[in-house]
């Protein structure tokens, strides 16, 4: 394996590595050392690429956040109109649920880190502002925030239920919160 200024995708892989880490075992199994062999790098790249387990903790929930919001992107940009938004939401709903399970436990890592640390609070807000306002391009901004709570709730119960409800059930509750 590359070394130093020869690796450029060193930083990415103990990135993506964290991210695995904390998918299967939770952010409390975090280390250095865990994660530089994880990512197949010394562990001396942690420290050269991190000032510390905090700083690689906000890089790599920035870059899920990030990727998140790309899925929001993808499902609400290319739409136009209420109706066609309403369709978009749904989707976005059942692509969040019914998308790998590493997506969902890797939100609520987050969001239990958010809970127990403020620190980690201006990330969850970042990316709920940021999915606020795309789905502000097609809504106004109270019944934005109102879709976000309901996207992340129904994307839960939808992942987690032996049973997930139907798309059918999912667009009526998105038309109820959007029908003024």
Known sequence: MATGHTDPQ???R????????????????????RIAARAGVPLG????????????????????????????????????????????VTDLIHALSEG??????LSQELYTLAARRPEYRELTEAWMLRSRQLLERHFDADTARQLDGLIEGLALHRA????????ELTLRAVARITTV
Not at 58 to 73: L, P, Q, Y
């Open 10 to 12: 060193r930083r990415e």
């Open 160 to 167: 987690l239920d032996r049973a997930p409800h139907d798309r």
């Open 45 to 88: 790249s942690m420290t050269y690429h991190f000032a510390g387990i905090d700083d690689l903790l906000r890089e790599a929930f920035t870059r899920f956040a990030d990727h998140i919001v790309a899925v929001f992107e993808q499902h609400l940009a290319p739409v136009d109109g209420v109706e066609a938004a309403r369709q978009a």
């Open 100 to 105: 790998p399970q590493r997506n969902l436990v």
């Open 14 to 33: 103990i990135l993506a590595a964290a991210l695995d880490h904390i998918a299967e075992a939770g952010v409390a199994g975090v280390s250095h050392r």
